[in-house]
C-alpha cells in the first residue's frame, strides 16, 4: 500500500515542514511525468483496443438474426385470417335453365345473409345432373348436390358414403321450399366440422370474431377427439399384434382379414397420410404386475376387468410392442386372446371388451368360443378388424360426422391444416421468447433457415387455404410444423447454458487479477496526482 | 475321424424344419447338456425360427421378431451374426468346442452381416451399416453403436455367407467387433424377448440372468440368413438364436438365500493324506475327482417350463434336450407327466439320452448323482491358439499369437484375421512365421496375406493372412507394432485401465474346401472357428487436469513478468533517504501513539518503553 500511494503523496512531503529530518526526492521533470502517463495511456490503450475484442470475439456465440417481427405476428395471429372456401355444384335434373340459375340464385342469397356459417365462403355453381359420379368430376366441387325434381318420394337427403355428392328429393314442395331444405341439408354437414374448427381457434391468438359459441358438453366432446388422435403426421406404421395368454391361437390370418376389411378404408385413408401394416404374433403374453388383474364374477360366470387397470393393460415391459423404424408415429392394435380359464373376459363396467389408448392405439380381447383352435380364420376376424377399423379412425383424428368418409376426410385436412398452422404459430412465438430471454445461448444458421422455412411454407399454406387448395395446405402447413419443431428444438442450443461466462473468467483469473491490479492503481494514481495539480493551479 | 455327434446336430435340424414347411413358418429349440471334467457342465441352447420370404415382405410376423426383422429391412441387411461372449472356454480341459466354433464370438461384442449394396457407392453402404449398428445397439442395449469407421473392416478370406444369396444382388461383408462391452443382463432380456415363447415356456425358461452370467463361458448368438431351394425360388428366412455356457456345478448350485461362497466344515473336507505335512490338525483339501450330482433345478434355479410346441398339429413328438452321459451313469427323471427319454448308445462307452417335453403347465427336471467318474472331455480340439503382447516401456512392441495343430495325421489350412485400432500401427515387414517344433517342415508358410493399412482416427488396420500348418507343428506369427499418442479428448473414462484390442479370428478350413472335386454346395462341409482372447493395450494417458493447471500455471508466469516489467516502467526510482514517509503508516502510528499514551495515563505506568519501541520498528520503511 505504502508502495502505491507513493507518488501521489510525494509533492506535498516536499514542502511538509514537520519532515525536515528526512532528505527529500528531487523535483520530478514534467517529462518524466509526460513519458510516464503516456507509457499508462499506451498500456490501457492496448487492453482497451486489442485485449477486449480479442476476449469478446473468442468467447462470444454466434447469434443468428431470426426475423422477430414476422415471428411474433404469426404468433399473434395477425398474420392469416380463417376463411375456409367452399365450392358447392348444384346439380338439377331440371330442364329449365332459367329455373336452375333461380335456385342457385336463391341459395348464393340465402348463404350470404344467414349466419350459419360464418367461417366458410361458400360459392354455388349450376352443373348439369349425371347419373353416375365420376371421380374427376369431385376435382370441380367441394360438394356436389343433385337434385332430382323428378322423384316422387317424399322430401329427403341423403350423402353419399364413399363421394362428395349430397342427394336430395325435394318432393312436391315448390321451389323455395325446396332451396330453403337444400340449404338446411348443407348447413347440416358442415356445422360439425365448423364447430371443431373454432374450438382449434377457440384457444389461440387466431380466435375470430366471426366464431360460433360452444356449449361445454360440446366442447368436452371435441376436447376427447384431438386428446385422442395421434398428431398429423405424412407416415404412420400400423402394428396389429395378436398377444395369446398360452400357447394357443398361435396363429392368425391376419393378411386376408386386412384386406377384406380394412384396406379399403386405408385406401380412403391414403390421400391425406401413407400407411405401412405389420403384424405380429406373441405367446404366453402376461399381464403387467401393476394392475389387479381379472376378477371372476360368480353372478354372471364371467371375468371381470376392472376400469381402473385399463390404462395398465398394456405390459410395456414384457410386450414387444416397440415402434417401428422410421419417420412416423406407430398406431399399435392389440388383440388379447386370454387363457381358457380366464375366459370370457371382459370390461366390468361396460361389459365391453375393447378399448382405445390416446395417441398410442387400440385394444381389444377376444374371447374364442369353445372350440379352440391354434389359427384365427379370417372370419373369426371380421368384428375385430372393424373394431380396430373404427378405433384406427378416432386414433388418426377422422371426425364422426357427416356420414359421407369423402366429407370427413376434407373435413379432417381442413382441420388438420389449422392445427398445424397453429401449432407453428404458437412454436414460432415460443422460439422468439426464448431468444429474447436467454441472451446468453447460441442461435446457429440452421435455425434461422429453419424459421425462415417455416414462414415461407406458412404463407404459402395459408395462400392454398384462401383459393381452396386443401391437399396442398396441408402439405406446407405439415413441413412448416417440422421446420418450426426443428428449430425450436434445436440440440446446439442448448449446450452453451453449460459453458457459462463465470467459467470462462474464473479459468483466466491468475491471468486478469495480477494484470489489471497494476494497470488500475497506476492509472487511478495517475488521475488523482492530475486531479491534485489541476487544483493546484487553479 | 471321430464321430462328433454335437457338431451333427444342427445338421439334423434343418431337415425337421423344412419337413414342416407348410409356408415355411417353423420353430423349433434344442438343448444340448455335456457334463465337462472338472465338474464343469456345457449347455447348449438354440432357436431356430424361419418365416417365408414373402411373409417376410409383408412383414406379417409369426414366429420370426417383428422388431429384428423391420430392422433388417429397413437397413437391407441380407445376413446378419450377431455375437455377445465372455469368459474363456478351456480347451485344453473340455476339448473341441461346440458348434465348430461357429457360433462364437471373441469377448464383447462382435458384428458382421451382408449388407445390400454396391461397390462403387461406399457412401450408401456406411449409411446403412451405420443404421444397422445404431438400432441393434438400441434393441440389444448394447453400445454397438461405438463400432464406427475405425472398428469396421471388410475381411475377404475369414467368413463366407452361410445363406443362399440371389445371383445379383451383390451384398456386402461388414464386420465390426467391440472387445471393451460388458456383456450383462440387459443384454439377455432383449434376447429373450426375440423368442416366441419369450422365456416363458420350452427350454428358454432356464435362461436366468443370475444364472447364464455366473458361467465361466458364455456366448450368445443371433443368426439370421436366408435361405432357397436349388433354384433360387421358395425363399425362407432363418433366425438361429444361440446360447453356449459352461456352468461351474457346485458355483450354480449355491442356494439362492445363501449365495455367499463359504469354507466347509472341517468334517466335510476330503484331506490329500499323501502329504508329508498331512495330520490331524493340517489338511490339504483334495481335488475334487469324479462326477458332482446335479439336476436342472438345482444347477438353473428352475426346472423346465413345459414345452414350447407350436405345431400341435405336428404328429411327430420333439425331442428338444438331449443329454450326453457316461454309460454307466443313472438318469433319473424327474416330472411326473413326461415320457421317457429314447437312448442311443455310442462308441467309447458313452450314451446320449433325446427327452421329450411335456405340454405347458407341467415341468421337467432330470438328476444326475455324484459319479466317482469324471465325464470324459469332449473331442480333441483342431487347433491351440494363444495371443500376447510383448515388450514394455519404451520398446517397440510385438503381437505374437502361437498356433499349435495337435494333430499327428491331420494337416491344417487355416485364415487368420487380425484387426487392430487404428493407434496400433503394425510393421508388415516385420511380419513372420516362425517354425517352433521340427515337425513344420518347410511347408507351414504363409500363402496369401490381404492388408488394409490404417489411417489415422479413420479406419483401423486389418491383416488377414492364409496360412498352412502341417500336423503336430507349432508355430508363432509375429509382427511389431507401433502405439500411437492420442489426443486428449480421444482417451475414454478411465484411460489407465487400457485399451482393448479385439483377439485374432481363425478360421479352419474343411477338407473338402481344398478338394476341388468336392467343392459342390450339397457336400461342403463347414468351418470351425477358433478366436484368441482380446489383449489388453497400455497406452501412456495423460493427466487429465492438465490443460486447467497449464492455463494456470502460465497466466500466473505472464502476469509476474507483466508486474515487474509495468512496475519497471512506471514508477519513479529515489533514494532511501529521500523516500518519504507513507501517508498511512504514519497515521497509524500517531494513532497507536495516542492509544498508548492514554492507556499509560490509566494504569500509571510503563508508557516509556513502548514508545521508543514504537520509534524504533517505524523507522524502516522500504523504497
Same mark, same amino acid.
Given at each position: 500500500?505504502?508502495?502505491?500511494?507513493?507518488?501521489?503523496?510525494?509533492?506535498?512531503?516536499?514542502?511538509?515542514?514537520?519532515?525536515?529530518?528526512?532528505?527529500?526526492?528531487?523535483?520530478?521533470?514534467?517529462?518524466?511525468?509526460?513519458?510516464?502517463?503516456?507509457?499508462?495511456?499506451?498500456?490501457?490503450?492496448?487492453?482497451?483496443?486489442?485485449?477486449?475484442?480479442?476476449?469478446?470475439?473468442?468467447?462470444?456465440?454466434?447469434?443468428?438474426?431470426?426475423?422477430?417481427?414476422?415471428?411474433?405476428?404469426?404468433?399473434?395471429?395477425?398474420?392469416?385470417?380463417?376463411?375456409?372456401?367452399?365450392?358447392?355444384?348444384?346439380?338439377?335434373?331440371?330442364?329449365?335453365?332459367?329455373?336452375?340459375?333461380?335456385?342457385?340464385?336463391?341459395?348464393?342469397?340465402?348463404?350470404?345473409?344467414?349466419?350459419?356459417?360464418?367461417?366458410?365462403?361458400?360459392?354455388?355453381?349450376?352443373?348439369?345432373?349425371?347419373?353416375?359420379?365420376?371421380?374427376?368430376?369431385?376435382?370441380?366441387?367441394?360438394?356436389?348436390?343433385?337434385?332430382?325434381?323428378?322423384?316422387?318420394?317424399?322430401?329427403?337427403?341423403?350423402?353419399?358414403?364413399?363421394?362428395?355428392?349430397?342427394?336430395?328429393?325435394?318432393?312436391?314442395?315448390?321451389?323455395?321450399?325446396?332451396?330453403?331444405?337444400?340449404?338446411?341439408?348443407?348447413?347440416?354437414?358442415?356445422?360439425?366440422?365448423?364447430?371443431?374448427?373454432?374450438?382449434?381457434?377457440?384457444?389461440?391468438?387466431?380466435?375470430?370474431?366471426?366464431?360460433?359459441?360452444?356449449?361445454?358438453?360440446?366442447?368436452?366432446?371435441?376436447?376427447?377427439?384431438?386428446?385422442?388422435?395421434?398428431?398429423?403426421?405424412?407416415?404412420?406404421?400400423?402394428?396389429?399384434?395378436?398377444?395369446?395368454?398360452?400357447?394357443?391361437?398361435?396363429?392368425?390370418?391376419?393378411?386376408?382379414?386386412?384386406?377384406?376389411?380394412?384396406?379399403?378404408?386405408?385406401?380412403?385413408?391414403?390421400?391425406?397420410?401413407?400407411?405401412?401394416?405389420?403384424?405380429?404374433?406373441?405367446?404366453?403374453?402376461?399381464?403387467?404386475?401393476?394392475?389387479?388383474?381379472?376378477?371372476?364374477?360368480?353372478?354372471?360366470?364371467?371375468?371381470?376387468?376392472?376400469?381402473?387397470?385399463?390404462?395398465?393393460?398394456?405390459?410395456?415391459?414384457?410386450?414387444?410392442?416397440?415402434?417401428?423404424?422410421?419417420?412416423?408415429?406407430?398406431?399399435?392394435?392389440?388383440?388379447?386372446?386370454?387363457?381358457?380359464?380366464?375366459?370370457?373376459?371382459?370390461?366390468?363396467?361396460?361389459?365391453?371388451?375393447?378399448?382405445?389408448?390416446?395417441?398410442?392405439?387400440?385394444?381389444?380381447?377376444?374371447?374364442?368360443?369353445?372350440?379352440?383352435?391354434?389359427?384365427?380364420?379370417?372370419?373369426?376376424?371380421?368384428?375385430?378388424?372393424?373394431?380396430?377399423?373404427?378405433?384406427?379412425?378416432?386414433?388418426?383424428?377422422?371426425?364422426?360426422?357427416?356420414?359421407?368418409?369423402?366429407?370427413?376426410?376434407?373435413?379432417?385436412?381442413?382441420?388438420?391444416?389449422?392445427?398445424?398452422?397453429?401449432?407453428?404459430?404458437?412454436?414460432?412465438?415460443?422460439?422468439?421468447?426464448?431468444?429474447?430471454?436467454?441472451?446468453?445461448?447460441?442461435?446457429?444458421?440452421?435455425?434461422?433457415?429453419?424459421?425462415?422455412?417455416?414462414?415461407?411454407?406458412?404463407?404459402?399454406?395459408?395462400?392454398?387455404?384462401?383459393?381452396?387448395?386443401?391437399?396442398?395446405?396441408?402439405?406446407?402447413?405439415?413441413?412448416?410444423?417440422?421446420?418450426?419443431?426443428?428449430?425450436?428444438?434445436?440440440?446446439?442450443?442448448?449446450?452453451?447454458?453449460?459453458?457459462?461466462?463465470?467459467?470462462?473468467?474464473?479459468?483466466?483469473?491468475?491471468?486478469?487479477?495480477?494484470?489489471?491490479?497494476?494497470?488500475?492503481?497506476?492509472?487511478?494514481?495517475?488521475?488523482?496526482?492530475?486531479?491534485?495539480?489541476?487544483?493546484?493551479?487553479? | 475321424?471321430?464321430?462328433?455327434?454335437?457338431?451333427?446336430?444342427?445338421?439334423?435340424?434343418?431337415?425337421?424344419?423344412?419337413?414342416?414347411?407348410?409356408?415355411?413358418?417353423?420353430?423349433?429349440?434344442?438343448?444340448?447338456?455335456?457334463?465337462?471334467?472338472?465338474?464343469?457342465?456345457?449347455?447348449?441352447?438354440?432357436?431356430?425360427?424361419?418365416?417365408?420370404?414373402?411373409?417376410?415382405?409383408?412383414?406379417?410376423?409369426?414366429?420370426?421378431?417383428?422388431?429384428?426383422?423391420?430392422?433388417?429391412?429397413?437397413?437391407?441387411?441380407?445376413?446378419?451374426?450377431?455375437?455377445?461372449?465372455?469368459?474363456?472356454?478351456?480347451?485344453?480341459?473340455?476339448?473341441?468346442?461346440?458348434?465348430?466354433?461357429?457360433?462364437?464370438?471373441?469377448?464383447?461384442?462382435?458384428?458382421?452381416?451382408?449388407?445390400?449394396?454396391?461397390?462403387?457407392?461406399?457412401?450408401?453402404?456406411?449409411?446403412?451399416?451405420?443404421?444397422?449398428?445404431?438400432?441393434?445397439?438400441?434393441?440389444?442395449?448394447?453400445?454397438?453403436?461405438?463400432?464406427?469407421?475405425?472398428?469396421?473392416?471388410?475381411?475377404?478370406?475369414?467368413?463366407?455367407?452361410?445363406?443362399?444369396?440371389?445371383?445379383?444382388?451383390?451384398?456386402?461383408?461388414?464386420?465390426?467387433?467391440?472387445?471393451?462391452?460388458?456383456?450383462?443382463?440387459?443384454?439377455?432380456?432383449?434376447?429373450?424377448?426375440?423368442?416366441?415363447?419369450?422365456?416363458?415356456?420350452?427350454?428358454?425358461?432356464?435362461?436366468?440372468?443370475?444364472?447364464?452370467?455366473?458361467?465361466?463361458?458364455?456366448?450368445?448368438?443371433?443368426?439370421?440368413?436366408?435361405?432357397?431351394?436349388?433354384?433360387?425360388?421358395?425363399?425362407?428366412?432363418?433366425?438361429?438364436?444361440?446360447?453356449?455356457?459352461?456352468?461351474?456345478?457346485?458355483?450354480?448350485?449355491?442356494?439362492?438365500?445363501?449365495?455367499?461362497?463359504?469354507?466347509?466344515?472341517?468334517?466335510?473336507?476330503?484331506?490329500?493324506?499323501?502329504?508329508?505335512?498331512?495330520?490331524?490338525?493340517?489338511?490339504?483339501?483334495?481335488?475334487?475327482?469324479?462326477?458332482?450330482?446335479?439336476?436342472?433345478?438345482?444347477?438353473?434355479?428352475?426346472?423346465?417350463?413345459?414345452?414350447?410346441?407350436?405345431?400341435?398339429?405336428?404328429?411327430?413328438?420333439?425331442?428338444?434336450?438331449?443329454?450326453?452321459?457316461?454309460?454307466?451313469?443313472?438318469?433319473?427323471?424327474?416330472?411326473?407327466?413326461?415320457?421317457?427319454?429314447?437312448?442311443?448308445?455310442?462308441?467309447?462307452?458313452?450314451?446320449?439320452?433325446?427327452?421329450?417335453?411335456?405340454?405347458?403347465?407341467?415341468?421337467?427336471?432330470?438328476?444326475?448323482?455324484?459319479?466317482?467318474?469324471?465325464?470324459?472331455?469332449?473331442?480333441?480340439?483342431?487347433?491351440?491358439?494363444?495371443?500376447?503382447?510383448?515388450?514394455?516401456? =519404451?520398446?517397440? @512392441?510385438?503381437? *505374437?499369437?502361437?498356433? #499349435?495343430? $495337435?494333430?499327428?495325421?491331420?494337416? +491344417? %489350412?487355416? !485364415?487368420? /484375421?487380425?484387426?487392430?485400432?487404428?493407434?496400433?500401427?503394425?510393421?508388415?515387414?516385420?511380419?513372420?512365421?516362425?517354425?517352433?517344433?521340427?515337425?513344420?517342415?518347410?511347408?507351414?508358410?504363409?500363402?496369401?496375406?490381404?492388408?488394409?493399412?490404417?489411417?489415422?482416427?479413420?479406419?483401423?488396420?486389418?491383416?488377414?493372412?492364409?496360412?498352412?500348418?502341417?500336423?503336430?507343428?507349432?508355430?508363432?506369427?509375429?509382427?511389431?507394432?507401433?502405439?500411437?499418442?492420442?489426443?486428449?479428448?480421444?482417451?475414454?473414462?478411465?484411460?489407465?485401465?487400457?485399451?482393448?484390442?479385439?483377439?485374432?479370428?481363425?478360421?479352419?478350413?474343411?477338407?473338402?474346401?481344398?478338394?476341388?472335386?468336392?467343392?459342390?454346395?450339397?457336400?461342403?462341409?463347414?468351418?470351425?472357428?477358433?478366436?484368441?482372447?482380446? =489383449?489388453?493395450? @497400455?497406452?501412456? *494417458?495423460?493427466?487429465? #487436469?492438465? $490443460?486447467?493447471?497449464?492455463?494456470? +500455471? %502460465?497466466? !500466473?508466469? /505472464?502476469?509476474?513478468?507483466?508486474?515487474?516489467?509495468?512496475?519497471?516502467?512506471?514508477?519513479?526510482?529515489?533514494?532511501?533517504?529521500?523516500?518519504?514517509?507513507?501517508?498511512?503508516?504514519?497515521?497509524?502510528?500517531?494513532?497507536?501513539?495516542?492509544?498508548?499514551?492514554?492507556?499509560?495515563?490509566?494504569?500509571?505506568?510503563?508508557?516509556?518503553?513502548?514508545?521508543?519501541?514504537?520509534?524504533?520498528?517505524?523507522?524502516?520503511?522500504?523504497?
Amino acid at each position: 500500500m505504502a508502495e502505491l500511494e507513493k507518488p501521489a503523496v510525494k509533492p506535498s512531503t516536499a514542502e511538509d515542514p514537520s519532515r525536515k529530518d528526512q532528505a527529500s526526492p528531487p523535483p520530478e521533470s514534467p517529462a518524466a511525468t509526460w513519458t510516464r502517463r503516456c507509457i499508462i495511456i499506451a498500456f490501457w490503450s492496448v487492453v482497451i483496443c486489442l485485449g477486449l475484442p480479442h476476449w469478446i470475439w473468442t468467447t462470444s456465440i454466434h447469434r443468428s438474426d431470426l426475423p422477430l417481427e414476422t415471428m411474433n405476428s404469426w404468433a399473434d395471429g395477425k398474420a392469416h385470417r380463417f376463411q375456409y372456401p367452399l365450392s358447392i355444384r348444384i346439380d338439377t335434373t331440371e330442364k329449365d335453365h332459367e329455373s336452375r340459375a333461380a335456385l342457385v340464385a336463391d341459395l348464393t342469397k340465402k348463404f350470404q345473409q344467414s349466419s350459419d356459417l360464418p367461417l366458410y365462403d361458400i360459392n354455388i355453381s349450376p352443373g348439369h345432373y349425371s347419373e353416375g359420379f365420376l371421380p374427376e368430376q369431385e376435382k370441380d366441387a367441394d360438394l356436389v348436390v343433385y337434385v332430382d325434381n323428378e322423384s316422387k318420394s317424399p322430401q329427403q337427403a341423403s350423402l353419399r358414403p364413399w363421394a362428395p355428392v349430397l342427394d336430395v328429393q325435394p318432393g312436391h314442395a315448390g321451389p323455395s321450399a325446396a332451396s330453403e331444405f337444400i340449404f338446411h341439408e348443407i348447413v347440416r354437414a358442415y356445422a360439425d366440422e365448423q364447430r371443431s374448427l373454432s374450438h382449434l381457434m377457440s384457444d389461440s391468438p387466431f380466435v375470430s370474431d366471426k366464431g360460433i359459441a360452444l356449449t361445454a358438453d360440446q366442447k368436452t366432446k371435441l376436447d376427447a377427439r384431438t386428446t385422442r388422435a395421434f398428431k398429423y403426421a405424412s407416415m404412420y406404421h400400423l402394428t396389429f399384434s395378436l398377444f395369446s395368454a398360452s400357447a394357443t391361437p398361435s396363429a392368425w390370418d391376419i393378411d386376408v382379414a386386412m384386406q377384406q376389411y380394412l384396406s379399403p378404408l386405408l385406401r380412403q385413408l391414403s390421400n391425406v397420410s401413407r400407411f405401412t401394416v405389420d403384424t405380429q404374433v406373441q405367446l404366453h403374453a402376461a399381464f403387467s404386475p401393476s394392475i389387479a388383474g381379472p376378477q371372476f364374477d360368480q353372478a354372471s360366470g364371467k371375468w371381470h376387468l376392472q376400469k381402473t387397470d385399463l390404462s395398465g393393460f398394456v405390459n410395456a415391459a414384457e410386450w414387444p410392442l416397440n415402434p417401428s423404424i422410421g419417420a412416423g408415429p406407430t398406431i399399435n392394435f392389440v388383440l388379447y386372446v386370454p387363457t381358457k380359464d380366464q375366459s370370457p373376459l371382459e370390461i366390468a363396467e361396460t361389459g365391453g371388451t375393447s378399448w382405445l389408448i390416446p395417441q398410442w392405439g387400440g385394444v381389444q380381447i377376444y374371447n374364442p368360443s369353445n372350440k379352440q383352435d391354434s389359427a384365427l380364420s379370417a372370419d373369426d376376424l371380421e368384428a375385430v378388424m372393424l373394431t380396430f377399423a373404427d378405433q384406427l379412425t378416432a386414433l388418426v383424428g377422422l371426425p364422426p360426422s357427416p356420414p359421407s368418409l369423402t366429407l370427413r376426410l376434407a373435413s379432417m385436412t381442413r382441420e388438420r391444416t389449422t392445427s398445424l398452422i397453429l401449432s407453428a404459430s404458437s412454436t414460432l412465438g415460443a422460439l422468439s421468447r426464448l431468444t429474447l430471454k436467454l441472451t446468453s445461448i447460441a442461435i446457429p444458421n440452421s435455425v434461422a433457415k429453419s424459421v425462415d422455412e417455416t414462414i415461407a411454407r406458412l404463407e404459402q399454406a395459408c395462400l392454398d387455404l384462401r383459393e381452396g387448395r386443401y391437399n396442398n395446405a396441408l402439405a406446407n402447413a405439415r413441413i412448416a410444423n417440422d421446420e418450426a419443431e426443428k428449430a425450436f428444438f434445436e440440440p446446439s442450443m442448448v449446450g452453451q447454458v453449460y459453458f457459462p461466462d463465470e467459467h470462462k473468467v474464473a479459468v483466466y483469473v491468475p491471468l486478469l487479477g495480477p494484470v489489471a491490479v497494476p494497470l488500475v492503481m497506476a492509472a487511478v494514481k495517475e488521475l488523482l496526482s492530475l486531479r491534485r495539480r489541476k487544483v493546484k493551479s487553479t | 475321424m471321430k464321430l462328433q455327434p454335437l457338431f451333427a446336430l444342427p445338421a439334423t435340424l434343418l431337415p425337421v424344419v423344412f419337413a414342416a414347411a407348410d409356408p415355411h413358418a417353423a420353430y423349433t429349440e434344442h438343448l444340448d447338456l455335456h457334463p465337462l471334467p472338472d465338474g464343469h457342465l456345457y449347455a447348449g441352447f438354440n432357436f431356430t425360427a424361419t418365416t417365408s420370404h414373402a411373409a417376410y415382405e409383408a412383414q406379417h410376423f409369426r414366429y420370426f421378431p417383428r422388431s429384428l426383422a423391420q430392422i433388417l429391412q429397413h437397413t437391407r441387411t441380407a445376413e446378419l451374426h450377431l455375437r455377445f461372449a465372455f469368459g474363456r472356454w478351456d480347451d485344453e480341459s473340455w476339448g473341441a468346442r461346440p458348434r465348430g466354433g461357429r457360433r462364437e464370438g471373441g469377448t464383447g461384442a462382435e458384428l458382421w452381416a451382408w449388407v445390400d449394396g454396391e461397390e462403387d457407392h461406399p457412401e450408401v453402404l456406411e449409411e446403412r451399416w451405420g443404421g444397422l449398428v445404431n438400432s441393434l445397439s438400441g434393441l440389444f442395449c448394447a453400445s454397438l453403436n461405438f463400432i464406427d469407421g475405425t472398428r469396421t473392416t471388410r475381411p475377404v478370406l475369414s467368413f463366407e455367407p452361410e445363406g443362399t444369396h440371389k445371383h445379383g444382388n451383390e451384398a456386402q461383408l461388414l464386420h465390426g467387433t467391440l472387445p471393451h462391452e460388458v456383456v450383462c443382463t440387459e443384454n439377455l432380456t432383449p434376447f429373450l424377448k426375440l423368442l416366441p415363447c419369450q422365456g416363458k415356456a420350452g427350454i428358454s425358461s432356464l435362461l436366468d440372468g443370475h444364472k447364464v452370467f455366473d458361467a465361466n463361458w458364455q456366448t450368445m448368438a443371433i443368426d439370421v440368413r436366408p435361405l432357397c431351394n436349388a433354384k433360387g425360388e421358395d425363399c425362407a428366412l432363418e433366425i438361429q438364436q444361440t446360447v453356449d455356457m459352461v456352468l461351474d456345478v457346485e458355483r450354480s448350485m449355491r442356494p439362492s438365500h445363501d449365495p455367499i461362497p463359504r469354507p466347509l466344515p472341517i468334517e466335510q473336507i476330503e484331506c490329500d493324506t499323501s502329504k508329508e505335512y498331512h495330520s490331524d490338525d493340517t489338511c490339504y483339501p483334495q481335488a475334487p475327482s469324479g462326477a458332482p450330482g446335479w439336476s436342472l433345478r438345482k444347477v438353473f434355479g428352475q426346472p423346465i417350463n413345459g414345452n414350447c410346441d407350436l405345431e400341435s398339429a405336428d404328429a411327430t413328438p420333439n425331442y428338444p434336450i438331449t443329454l450326453h452321459v457316461p454309460a454307466d451313469h443313472p438318469v433319473e427323471l424327474l416330472s411326473s407327466a413326461s415320457l421317457p427319454g429314447k437312448e442311443e448308445k455310442m462308441n467309447l462307452g458313452s450314451t446320449i439320452i433325446h427327452y421329450p417335453l411335456p405340454p405347458h403347465p407341467h415341468t421337467f427336471d432330470i438328476s444326475l448323482p455324484p459319479h466317482p467318474q469324471p465325464p470324459e472331455p469332449r473331442n480333441p480340439p483342431l487347433l491351440h491358439a494363444t495371443r500376447h503382447l510383448t515388450g514394455h516401456g =519404451l520398446d517397440p @512392441p510385438i503381437l *505374437t499369437t502361437t498356433l #499349435s495343430n $495337435p494333430s499327428l495325421s491331420k494337416n +491344417l %489350412t487355416l !485364415t487368420y /484375421l487380425d484387426t487392430l485400432p487404428w493407434f496400433l500401427r503394425p510393421y508388415i515387414h516385420t511380419l513372420r512365421l516362425q517354425r517352433l517344433s521340427r515337425a513344420c517342415g518347410d511347408s507351414a508358410e504363409l500363402q496369401q496375406l490381404f492388408y488394409t493399412p490404417a489411417r489415422d482416427r479413420e479406419r483401423g488396420s486389418k491383416i488377414e493372412l492364409l496360412l498352412h500348418l502341417p500336423a503336430g507343428c507349432t508355430a508363432q506369427l509375429s509382427y511389431g507394432v507401433e502405439k500411437a499418442v492420442l489426443r486428449y479428448a480421444e482417451y475414454p473414462p478411465d484411460a489407465n485401465r487400457g485399451f482393448d484390442v479385439a483377439g485374432g479370428i481363425i478360421k479352419i478350413l474343411p477338407d473338402s474346401l481344398l478338394d476341388e472335386q468336392v467343392n459342390n454346395d450339397s457336400k461342403r462341409e463347414a468351418a470351425s472357428y477358433l478366436r484368441t482372447p482380446p =489383449l489388453l493395450l @497400455p497406452l501412456p *494417458t495423460p493427466d487429465f #487436469s492438465m $490443460p486447467y493447471n497449464v492455463i494456470i +500455471l %502460465t497466466s !500466473t508466469v /505472464l502476469a509476474l513478468g507483466f508486474g515487474s516489467v509495468f512496475n519497471l516502467v512506471v514508477r519513479r526510482f529515489v533514494l532511501v533517504e529521500e523516500v518519504p514517509a507513507a501517508g498511512l503508516p504514519t497515521r497509524l502510528r500517531d494513532a497507536v501513539r495516542a492509544l498508548k499514551l492514554r492507556l499509560s495515563s490509566l494504569g500509571g505506568r510503563s508508557g516509556v518503553e513502548g514508545k521508543a519501541g514504537r520509534v524504533a520498528g517505524g523507522t524502516t520503511v522500504a523504497g
